[in-house]
């Protein structure tokens, strides 16, 4: 690996200028959410995280939004673009550390955001924070909310991989916090949450 880098969640660096960052004008370039949807038995399974079982979310297909932003290099799966949504996500909350939340498996529309993949080099491995947006509430993956980071590997100039697993000993963890917010009131609970997912962009450049 080229480089083993954590990412630091919510700065921003700015130096030399004081532009704010609200000018820059933000694009997107397509691309495709895999998700593993690893059954128990297999290395890192069971996922408790998983696709609805009709393959890739693909940019632009099923009401489906994939994309990355120039901004940010963030990568974004959102299935809420469509007033009648074709594509769920499946969650399996069994696994409770601790908190009041629920344990009920359950399919919800909805996003899944991962932090800073298009400025990755080919080769590169860190950790990165995720978030899935469901019908209940958040899912962190956020060491500094109480969960665990995920790995970020950059296998090519057009092809991630996002795990809970810690292959390369940086730290990354299934451990996710699920926030929700209940008459002004919000609560808390950590799951182990599993999951692993494939992000594919044909037309992402990778820097040199």
């Known amino acids: 690996m080229r480089h083993l880098l954590v990412t630091i969640l919510g700065l921003a660096l700015v130096s030399g200028h004081s532009s704010p960052l609200a000018a820059q004008k933000v694009t997107t370039t397509p691309a495709s959410f895999t998700f593993a949807d690893r059954p128990a038995g297999t290395a890192g399974g069971p996922d408790r995280i998983t696709s609805d079982g009709l393959g890739a979310y693909v940019n632009g297909m099923d009401g489906v939004t994939c994309v990355f932003f120039s ?92 795990t809970t697993d810690d292959p390369y000993q940086l730290g990354a963890g299934d451990v996710a916090v699920l926030v929700q917010t209940v008459k002004r009131q919000s609560y808390k609970t950590t799951y182990h949450m599993p999951f692993q997912v494939t992000v594919s962009c044909p037309t992402c450049v990778a820097p040199l």
Request: glycine content about 10%; aromatic content about 8%.
């Open 71 to 162: 901004s940010t290099g963030d990568a974004r799966l959102d299935t809420t673009y469509s007033s009648n949504p074709l594509r769920v996500i499946t969650y399996d909350p069994s696994q409770v550390i601790s908190g009041p939340g629920p344990t009920a498996s359950f399919v919800s529309t909805g996003s899944l955001d991962i932090e800073a993949l298009a400025q990755m080099h080919v080769g590169d491995s860190k950790l990165t924070g995720a978030a899935f947006t469901t019908s209940i509430g958040q899912f962190h993956f956020l060491a500094n909310e109480g969960g665990s980071y995920v790995t970020a590997t950059r296998l090519d100039a057009h092809t991630w991989t996002i």
